[in-house]
């Protein structure tokens, strides 16, 4: 396993590192080079947290036609960081078909806590993009993930105008699967990506898994249940039974809708799927459900600035 560490760090653009320092959680290892870059800011959570922030980047502010990123991390034992970036992930046109990839490897060591929360991805017209995240843990690992994207500059009128999107997210337990998802959105001639989401201009999903962070799953579980009940529930006629004359049913989409599932071996893990119409109603859901997060990393994710 020590060798196969060591192989995808000496291949990657951008390799971190997380241990135990005088009692913190501090980078020990920064590496990046183009088209990536890393930052590790010292001032986002108070000394006392004792959590690590990192920040992913790309030069130009997005990520160009063809380019391959990838990225090691490794948070050690009883550790804790977070990893985000400062604005959404865009991707440019594709040139020539090529398709624009990320890879992260992330190994989450005993009793520590990795929370992956980036902005979204923002794929321009006719762009190509695919990721794939491996998340390696052990049983009292605890890992959040937040994988989400836009339909493009919804705003300018740009709505899923890209050719392809593939974002397929594993964690892996002592070896073992634990969780495989995958995401496909690809332009075709028989149905546009466009007519498939029906009006809504984001997707995201939240993974929450580990001991650590058991209640803050349930209490999303149990916001998500109510809101859907009533958003989702149909509508009645009004007057009543007796109303004389039918009312026509209308039913209104709504502006967000969400879910949540348990995996895992007796619900050790949950799953949230949400689609929005804006993006900042989802940000709205991430504060949120998110919030107990700052007791853990320092500084509560997606605060508005």
């Known amino acids: ?36 870059k890393l ?31 990838s990225c090691a ?27 624009s990839e990320q890879v992260l490897e992330a190994r989450v060591g005993k009793d520590a806590l990795l929370a992956l929360i980036p902005d979204p991805v923002t794929c321009f017209s ?8 491996v998340f390696h843990v052990f049983t009292d690992s605890n890992l959040v993930i937040v994988d989400w994207f836009t339909s493009g500059r919804y705003e300018s009128g740009e709505k899923w105008k890209f050719s392809f999107y593939k ?13 495989i998802d995958s995401v496909l959105l690809e332009e075709s001639s028989n149905c546009s990506i466009a007519d498939r989401m029906q009006g809504y201009n984001v997707v995201a999903m939240v993974v929450l898994l580990g001991p650590k962070l058991k209640h803050i799953q349930d209490q999303m579980q149990d916001e998500v249940k109510k809101m859907m009940s009533v958003q989702l529930r149909p509508p009645t006629s009004a007057g009543g039974r007796y109303t004389s004359r039918p009312q026509p049913l209308c039913p209104q989409m709504p ?14 893990g949950m799953v949230a799927r949400i689609t929005a119409v804006s993006t900042e109603s989802v940000y709205s859901f991430l504060r949120h459900h998110l919030a107990a997060l700052e007791s853990f990393l320092g500084a509560s994710p997606y605060s508005a600035s």
């Open 1 to 36: 396993m020590a060798g196969l560490a060591a192989a995808v760090e000496a291949a990657a653009t951008g390799v971190l590192r997380v241990e135990k320092v005088r009692g913190r959680s501090a980078v020990t290892r920064c590496f990046a080079k183009y088209p990536l």
């Open 39 to 69: 930052i590790a800011p010292s001032k986002v959570a108070p000394a006392s947290c004792g959590a690590a922030w990192i920040y992913a980047i790309t030069y130009g502010g997005g990520i160009v036609s063809g380019d391959r990123i």
């Open 73 to 99: 991390v490794t948070v050690g034992d009883a550790c804790t960081a977070a990893m985000t970036t400062q604005s959404s992930t865009k991707v440019y046109k594709a040139v020539d078909s090529k398709c």
């Open 126 to 133: 006719t762009a190509r993009y695919h990721q794939k995240q």
């Open 167 to 179: 974002s397929i997210n594993h964690i892996i337990l002592e070896d073992q699967p634990l969780f």
């Open 255 to 268: 502006p967000l809708i969400a879910s949540c599932s348990p995996f895992g071996r007796m619900g050790t």
